[in-house]
């Protein structure tokens, strides 16, 4: 199909609309003489399917000469209009000539038609099958109602239902057996139904977006002439209503796939499921209750009909809730019970605070059914928005409360704490369906909810900005105080040394050995302490860091460490001063613990720069066993790392070594 579709199409224009054209007059021609042969209304919906299914198909062809679901649509009109003609043609007293071979025709097909109008049904909307697997069900199919045509193409044994005046062409022995296979054989148009049906539902779940809204018109479809079907073997004891209703599913089609984009189905769908059912169950529960009493208990008929009546009034309003559950879970997808939201908001609240925002908006969006969730947070004159569903927020400017989003689909809820606004949420509905009286309440539930968890991460980054600032004061008085050991008290006690050697070289010039050697000996303690002081100021904040950058820094923390050290440093340029310090202390200190306390042979130091920010490892192969206890040093860095906004993360299992990760954010 495929294959012709794409030659098809390589056709020049005239040829291409002449073939359409050649196609439409033939099914006209069949399908306008069979009417003119006279009416049947048991053959009336093969009449109805040839002409609406062609003609839809002829269309998407012309508009999309490649598209296969349009040549599965001709292909199915085409056999629905010979199986209209020659059935018609047979039904027709008199009979006419070759009337046997021409009702044949009529009949035979049907298991194929059938068949032909699965797999339409399964490939809906891009006439591609979901998998491998639904392939095979659908040749699977396609054989089944081969050998279904073979049988009845052989045998009468579908004649005796259609009323065809020309008897069957063929006598061959075996018809009794080939009847009774028959009989059981026919349950495999159920089959072939249900078949349509899971493939169209399993379709519905897997899709989104443009796939979805396509579907939806089928299900609309398929559900009106479902619910047809039924009222008519119910209220009449026939199926010719949903058959005649038939011709629903292809112009559905049509608009699914050429203008999908033009019309929003979903409140039609949820409305028409919802009067459906209650107009099947009401007509059943009313005949079952008037007819099945009646049977059993001999009660006039107005009382039973007033019980009846009573029932279904009692009844009526439960029945009708869990049907628009029903529908609204069809249709949008399962929601969330006012109960659920408020427990998935709870249990987010332990979530990321980068993340948690965009879990408030995915819980208002499932409570309520919306289409659209946006978070916004500032104050009345100017809110920016800070999450969303289904996408993501893009770059949005800041517009005051009075600005957010305006329309009849739009439902704006400020976020108000202590009289003070702290922004606000936006829901847009499905179109025509309004904000019930409970969702209208379950929402302002959760904008407070929201409110609390917008004061939260307020007063979290006022807390982390606060400890920032801490952190970049004492890494400043840690500077200054460096700054002034190194070019006061360390220089003047150089220029002390220098003048006790002048000293100790004029003491043993002077021929005064015990003066000479007394000087030399307070020089070299001088030497030392300037030595300490120099290690002092190092350790407060080492000069190279300031001057050479962090890669200088830890290679000298490397060189001057008591276990071996495996060092790898990638960080480009220069990064802030309080991060650069941050890692540096906390490689110092890992690698000073891992020599004291670790008894490991070798340290490794991971620093590289990423789109996340600065990331840190650190590892060895000691004993492990480190814990993060109050007022230990791995403590003190897991509060020096949290103030700038990051995790430190420890793992250290007895036995198998030490293992510090963080990433510092550089932004």
């Known amino acids: 199909m495929a294959t012709a579709a794409n030659a098809y199409d390589e056709a020049p224009p005239a040829a291409r609309e002449a073939g359409l054209g050649l196609v439409a007059l033939v099914v006209a021609a069949l399908v306008s003489y069979g009417w003119y042969l006279g009416f049947h209304l048991a053959n009336a919906h093969n009449g109805l399917i040839a002409a609406s299914w062609t003609a839809v198909g002829l269309y998407v062809v012309r508009m999309r000469p490649r598209h296969r679901e349009g040549w599965l649509f001709v292909a199915t009109g085409v056999g629905h209009a010979v199986m209209f003609f020659g059935r018609q043609y047979g039904l027709h007293t008199g009979p006419l000539p070759a009337a046997s071979w021409l009702g044949w025709i009529g009949v035979w097909p049907l298991p194929l038609a059938i068949a032909a109008f699965g797999w339409t049904l399964m490939a809906f909307p891009d006439g591609r099958l979901l998998s491998r697997r639904w392939l095979g069900l659908a040749w699977?199919?396609?054989?089944?109602?081969?050998?279904?045509?073979?049988?009845?193409?052989?045998?009468?044994?579908?004649?005796?239902?259609?009323?065809?005046?020309?008897?069957?062409?063929?006598?061959?022995?075996?018809?009794?057996?080939?009847?009774?296979?028959?009989?059981?054989?026919?349950?495999?148009?159920?089959?072939?139904?249900?078949?349509?049906?899971?493939?169209?539902?399993?379709?519905?779940?897997?899709?989104?977006?443009?796939?979805?809204?396509?579907?939806?018109?089928?299900?609309?479809?398929?559900?009106?002439?479902?619910?047809?079907?039924?009222?008519?073997?119910?209220?009449?004891?026939?199926?010719?209503?949903?058959?005649?209703?038939?011709?629903?599913?292809?112009?559905?089609?049509?608009?699914?796939?050429?203008?999908?984009?033009?019309?929003?189905?979903?409140?039609?769908?949820?409305?028409?499921?919802?009067?459906?059912?209650?107009?099947?169950?009401?007509?059943?529960?009313?005949?079952?209750?008037?007819?099945?009493?009646?049977?059993?208990?001999?009660?006039?008929?107005?009382?039973?009909?007033?019980?009846?009546?009573?029932?279904?009034?009692?009844?009526?309003?439960?029945?009708?809730?869990?049907?628009?559950?029903?529908?609204?879970?069809?249709?949008?997808?399962?929601?969330?019970?006012?109960?659920?939201?408020?427990?998935?908001?709870?249990?987010?609240?332990?979530?990321?605070?980068?993340?948690?925002?965009?879990?408030?908006?995915?819980?208002?969006?499932?409570?309520?059914?919306?289409?659209?969730?946006?978070?916004?947070?500032?104050?009345?004159?100017?809110?920016?928005?800070?999450?969303?569903?289904?996408?993501?927020?893009?770059?949005?400017?800041?517009?005051?409360?009075?600005?957010?989003?305006?329309?009849?689909?739009?439902?704006?809820?400020?976020?108000?704490?202590?009289?003070?606004?702290?922004?606000?949420?936006?829901?847009?509905?499905?179109?025509?369906?309004?904000?019930?009286?409970?969702?209208?309440?379950?929402?302002?539930d959760l904008v407070a909810q929201t409110g609390l968890v917008i004061v939260q991460q307020e007063q979290a980054q006022q807390l982390q900005a606060a400890a920032r600032r801490i952190v970049s004061a004492e890494d400043a008085a840690r500077r200054r105080l460096e700054r002034d050991l190194h070019d006061g008290v360390q220089l003047r006690l150089v220029t002390l040394g220098l003048e006790l050697g002048a000293l100790a070289e004029q003491a043993k010039a002077s021929g005064d050995g015990l003066l000479a050697s007394r000087a030399k000996d307070a020089r070299a303690q001088l030497l030392e302490a300037t030595a300490d002081l120099r290690e002092l100021a190092r350790g407060l904040h080492p000069i190279v860091l300031a001057q050479d950058g962090l890669e200088a820094a830890l290679a000298a923390v490397a060189d001057r460490s008591a276990i071996p050290v495996r060092l790898r440093v990638s960080v480009g340029s220069r990064l802030p001063r309080e991060i650069e310090a941050t890692a540096y202390f906390l490689v110092s200190e890992s690698i000073t613990n891992a020599a004291r306390h670790s008894a490991a042979s070798v340290v490794t130091v991971d620093v590289t720069t990423d789109d996340g920010g600065l990331r840190i490892v650190v590892a060895d192969d000691g004993r492990g066993g480190a814990r993060l206890t109050a007022g230990s040093g791995l403590q003190g860095l897991a509060d020096r790392v949290a103030a700038l906004g990051a995790r430190l993360e420890l793992d250290s299992p007895a036995g198998s070594g030490t293992r510090l990760r963080t990433v510092l954010p550089c932004g």
């Open 140 to 444: 699977g199919m396609v054989a089944v109602a081969g050998v279904m045509a073979a049988v009845s193409a052989l045998w009468p044994a579908d004649y005796d239902r259609t009323g065809l005046v020309a008897p069957h062409p063929f006598d061959l022995p075996g018809a009794v057996t080939a009847a009774r296979v028959w009989e059981y054989a026919q349950f495999s148009y159920l089959l072939f139904q249900a078949l349509g049906t899971v493939a169209i539902v399993v379709r519905l779940r897997r899709a989104g977006g443009d796939e979805a809204r396509r579907m939806r018109w089928l299900v609309f479809a398929v559900v009106m002439d479902i619910l047809i079907l039924a009222a008519g073997l119910v209220i009449f004891g026939s199926p010719v209503p949903g058959l005649l209703a038939l011709p629903l599913v292809p112009v559905a089609a049509a608009f699914g796939i050429l203008r999908h984009r033009l019309y929003d189905i979903d409140p039609v769908i949820n409305k028409t499921i919802v009067v459906g059912s209650m107009l099947l169950l009401v007509t059943a529960g009313y005949v079952a209750l008037v007819v099945g009493v009646g049977g059993l208990v001999p009660v006039e008929e107005r009382w039973r009909s007033l019980l009846a009546t009573a029932v279904v009034a009692v009844v009526f309003e439960p029945l009708r809730r869990r049907a628009q559950r029903l529908a609204d879970r069809l249709v949008y997808g399962p929601r969330a019970t006012p109960y659920e939201a408020l427990s998935r908001l709870s249990a987010q609240l332990t979530a990321a605070p980068e993340e948690l925002l965009d879990g408030i908006a995915a819980t208002v969006a499932s409570a309520l059914g919306a289409r659209e969730v946006v978070v916004w947070v500032g104050d009345e004159a100017c809110m920016a928005p800070r999450a969303g569903w289904p996408q993501p927020v893009g770059r949005t400017d800041p517009a005051p409360l009075s600005g957010l989003h305006h329309g009849p689909r739009w439902h704006v809820r400020p976020i108000v704490d202590q009289g003070t606004a702290r922004g606000a949420i936006a829901v847009r509905k499905p179109p025509g369906e309004p904000l019930t009286a409970a969702e209208e309440r379950l929402l302002q």
